[in-house]
């Protein structure tokens, strides 16, 4: 067994940041594939993953004694991390047999749905741009899996008032309903997504005043889905935790 590995904390920050950035690569690769169904995902637990392995000087990597190559120890103990961190966040989530016999597709729906509580508009979304799926079929898999888990739902937002409704601009508390249906609601998300990659001054005015946006819900939707900037990367931009964020774009939508 060769003794010529890194040991020491200090020895594996260089191990892990050298190698003219490669070992790191492999690890953001990683992720990557992990979350594949969810980029800005993958960025975020990338980012959490490296922090937890570095805490208390790389503790996580000091015990290597050896008996593998230092970049397989590397790798096998990153990913045990990303595992660990999704199941701080979502906890334990198997899906049941009759899932996993539905192929790919209804994996990834369940386990946004039920496990991740992803929002029923959301999971349509990575469901349809993961497998290149028709809303209809992703519609129809959502809907089999809440007949049969009823505690499965996704995360579900408070009802809107009856007054707020885009009919009346002039009401200040004018917000998409979530007693829109659903075909109605997905025109609606369609059309904000268009004027956000519309930076006219009009189009400004309209999520201002018709849509009822302040400056900083339009420039957190623009960083998020226009420039792909990760929640935790706006979070620190905006002296926030990633949860506010979260919760600030999903109130807009």
């Keep these: 067994m060769s ?5 020491t904390g200090e020895q594996w920050q260089a191990f892990v940041f050298g190698a003219n950035g490669k070992r790191l690569k492999k690890l953001d ?3 990557k594939d992990k979350y594949s169904y969810d980029l800005i995902q993958a960025e975020e637990f990338q980012m959490l993953a490296l922090d937890a392995l570095s805490a208390n000087n790389w503790a996580k990597l000091t015990g290597f004694q050896g008996r593998s190559s230092p970049e397989t120890y590397l790798i096998r103990v990153y990913s045990n991390v990303l595992t ?22 209804w994996v990834l729906a369940h386990k946004l749905l039920c496990c991740e509580k992803r929002h029923y508009n959301e ?23 809440r007949t049969k888990i009823t505690n499965c739902g996704g995360m579900q937002r408070p009802s809107a008032e009856p007054e707020q409704t885009l009919d009346n601009p002039e009401d ?13 609601r997905e025109v609606l998300v369609h059309v904000l997504s268009n004027l956000l ?24 939707l623009r960083l998020k889905y226009i420039e792909k900037m990760s929640e935790q990367k706006i979070a620190n931009q905006y002296q926030k935790t990633r949860d506010q ?7 807009i939508h």
């Design 197 to 220: 990659e519309d930076q006219t001054t009009d189009t400004w005015n309209i999520l201002r005043q018709r849509v009822k946006l302040s400056n900083e819900q339009i420039t957190i």
């Design 123 to 145: 999971v349509i979304a990575l469901c349809c741009s993961k497998y290149q799926l028709a809303t209809a079929w992703v519609k129809k898999v959502i809907g089999n899996i």
């Design 84 to 105: 660990d961190q999704h199941r701080k966040l979502f906890g334990r989530c198997h899906e049941p047999q009759w899932i996993s016999q539905g192929g790919a597709e």
């Design 172 to 184: 200040p508390t004018t917000a998409i309903s979530y007693d829109t249906d659903d075909a109605e």
């Design 245 to 251: 964020i979260r919760a600030n774009i999903q109130d």
């Design 3 to 7: 003794e010529d590995f890194p040991k």
């Design 29 to 31: 690769d990683l992720a």
